[in-house]
């Protein structure tokens, strides 16, 4: 499932980074045109990066794979396969309400997504185990889902608005999830 899913988010960021055409200048005011688009690859770069790191670690604590697992996985990947033409999409419009909103809408059910995967995969584990103890701790998964739905809502208010809301989530996350990393070391 790791080595799959790996796979699936390098083809998504590759898919991102195919939608960038060669400016039709040659000076620097032909790739400044381009600002929001590559603003945009970039904010959606950071997330699949954060996606990718976490789910590495989240792996780590599966038990048994089963196929709950795989169904709730492939629903995270469905989601997240969606950012590439969300991300196009804002680029183009030039952060527009409507494209900034569904991207909004799509990383808000990426989290979702994650979130029952990785419940699936606590509860795999004994309520009294290290890892269930320390995963109940989960304040970024609880904050995000809300920041998300600020940032959708705030699109038809201001996109810059909802643009930050976006990088505070991904700042959040940046920092891999340690939890992780502590409750297998004392697993």
Do not use: C
């Amino acid at each position: 499932m790791e080595a799959f899913s790996d796979g699936v988010l390098a083809i998504i960021i590759t898919i991102m980074v195919l939608e960038f055409k060669v400016p039709e200048g040659h000076d620097w005011y032909a790739l400044i045109k381009l600002g929001p688009k590559i603003l945009s690859y970039i904010f959606s770069f950071v997330y699949i990066g954060i996606y990718w790191n976490n789910h590495h670690h989240l792996l780590h604590m599966v038990r048994t794979m089963n196929g709950r697992l795989m169904w709730l996985n492939l629903l995270l990947l469905f989601w997240l396969s969606l950012v590439p033409f969300t991300t196009a999409w804002m680029g183009e419009s030039h952060f527009a309400a409507t494209p900034t909103a569904l991207y909004g809408i799509i990383l808000l059910l990426s989290a979702l997504s994650y979130w029952l995967l990785q419940r699936a995969i606590i509860n795999q584990h004994s309520g009294d185990s290290s890892i269930v103890l320390m995963m109940g701790k989960d304040w970024k998964g609880k904050l995000s889902p809300l920041l998300y739905l600020i940032a959708v809502l705030t699109a038809y208010v201001s996109t810059w608005i909802s643009g930050l809301f976006f990088v505070l989530v991904a700042v959040i996350w940046f920092v891999p999830d340690k939890r992780i990393e502590h409750a297998l070391r004392g697993h």
